[in-house]
């Protein structure tokens, strides 16, 4: 397949690199240099990042926090994720926009989707921070929902490890990797790599996602060069 505008998710957690918390500007610099590759090759990117390096919504409810709060507290985790990177994208001369689905006008756009068409249009990085701007959705749902809102040829979410597996491969060294899932099976395999909503949201809007190992320096843009990595759920 031939990719003209694609969604990149990222978990917050991608950007610990080896801390225990917080971001790692090695890591987010390395990420940085990957992105700017296929830019640079003419691609139309956009990109939603976790918060789950900073704070966690369902982590903070378990724990006693109001769950409602608790969200948005991890939306405003993905804004500062979204910060790092726009700077660190920057620093390499890649045009970025960053746009918040909550309002926080002081340090970005809010979000509009013509906005949002037009940056890429324009050969911007738009970086998709703060979720859908709802409680109770993840940030997996926010970057689904916002592929199908700017047309997105495909979602292609990094990962630390290469693909989905039937369990956790970083955990057991028996897991067995599947190469390619259709929606359904995702679905009724409750394999965690994404939430069901996400899955079903991409199944009804024919939407294929590609799980790779995005620290693996060279994965993306093997991708965009129509490679066979990782694992694609369509």
């Given at each position: 397949m031939s990719y003209n505008r694609i969604l990149l998710k990222l978990s917050g957690e991608a950007l610990l690199g080896e801390r225990n918390h917080g971001?790692?500007?090695?890591?987010?610099?390395?990420?940085?240099?990957?992105?700017?590759?296929?830019?640079?090759?003419?691609?139309?990117?956009?990109?939603?990042?976790?918060?789950?390096?900073?704070?966690?919504?369902?982590?903070?409810?378990?724990?006693?926090?109001?769950?409602?709060?608790?969200?948005?507290?991890?939306m405003l985790a993905t804004v500062i994720n979204g910060l790092a990177l726009q700077s660190s994208l920057e620093e390499l001369n890649v045009q970025t926009r960053l746009q918040t689905a909550v309002k926080i006008e002081a340090v970005a756009e809010p979000y509009i989707k013509r906005?949002?068409?037009?940056?890429?249009?324009?050969?911007?990085?738009?970086?998709?921070?703060?979720?859908?701007?709802?409680?109770?959705?993840?940030?997996?749902?926010?970057?689904?929902?916002?592929?199908?809102?700017?047309?997105?040829?495909?979602?292609?979410?990094?990962?630390?490890?290469?693909?989905?597996?039937?369990?956790?491969?970083?955990?057991?060294?028996d897991a067995v990797k599947f190469k390619k899932l259709t929606y359904d099976e995702a679905i009724n395999k409750k394999l965690k790599i994404m939430d069901s909503t996400a899955f079903t949201l991409s199944q009804e809007n024919n939407l294929p996602i590609i799980v790779f190992n995005m620290n693996k320096p060279g994965n993306l843009k093997k991708i965009i060069e129509g490679k066979d990595i990782g694992t694609t759920v369509n």
């Open positions: 971001v790692d500007p090695k890591r987010i610099l390395a990420y940085s240099k990957e992105i700017k590759e296929i830019v640079d090759a003419g691609i139309e990117l956009a990109i939603v990042i976790g918060g789950g390096n900073i704070f966690r919504g369902v982590s903070g409810a378990s724990n006693g926090i109001d769950r409602v709060q608790a969200d948005y507290m991890g906005k949002a068409v037009r940056h890429l249009e324009k050969k911007r990085v738009v970086i998709f921070s703060a979720g859908t701007g709802n409680p109770f959705f993840t940030t997996d749902s926010a970057a689904v929902l916002r592929a199908i809102e700017i047309n997105a040829d495909a979602i292609l979410k990094g990962t630390r490890v290469d693909g989905i597996y039937n369990i956790d491969p970083e955990k057991n060294k």
